[in-house]
């Protein structure tokens, strides 16, 4: 099966997560798409928000280490990596995603966009209809980084 290679990113803002409306999948999920040629998968993940929302982000980095010397630089490491499975859709037979998937921050939100996103908090995801409006693995992440930045209280049951 043909595998390509794409970045997304979850935007973190105000206790909140960015979503889209994904117009063939019809299900929210954060904004990506595919890596291009001579692009790393974190400079994809910034140019598809920008693209699809019009939103600048920096991303939350979690390191291990840098490396910054003539020969060698650190780039963006991914907060998870995934194989999604694609269905086919019209001329395009079903192939894989292997996914960089970042989390960010905007670092300026207008007060008036052309873009069409939504802002979700936990308890709006969890109104959601699992795998019908958004699918299973897109809460489990966002579950998880709810935790991770203490968003989520001890009390929240899951999904």
């Excluded at 991914?78 to 921050?105: G, K, S, W």
């Excluded at 007060?111 to 939504?118: D, G, I, K, N, R």
Aim: with cysteine.
């Amino acid at each position: 099966m043909k595998k390509e290679f794409t970045a997304s990113a979850y935007l973190i803002e105000n206790e909140k997560v960015l979503l889209l409306q994904h117009p063939k999948l019809q299900k929210w999920l954060p904004p990506g798409g595919h890596v291009e040629a001579n692009e790393t998968p974190g400079e994809a993940a910034k140019r598809e928000v920008l693209e699809e929302t019009g939103l600048e982000i920096e991303f939350i980095l979690q390191e291990n280490i840098s490396i910054d010397c003539w020969n060698a630089k650190s780039i963006e490491r991914p907060y998870l990596c995934l194989l999604e499975n694609i269905p086919p859709y019209r001329d395009t037979p079903a192939h894989q995603h292997i996914d960089f998937i970042y989390v960010a921050r905007p670092t300026h939100i207008p007060e008036v966009t052309l873009f069409s996103y939504q802002w979700f908090s936990w308890q709006e995801l969890k109104d959601l209809e699992p795998d019908v409006e958004i699918f299973k693995e897109t809460v489990d992440v966002i579950q998880h980084l709810f935790q991770s930045f203490n968003i989520l209280d001890s009390l929240v049951e899951s999904p």
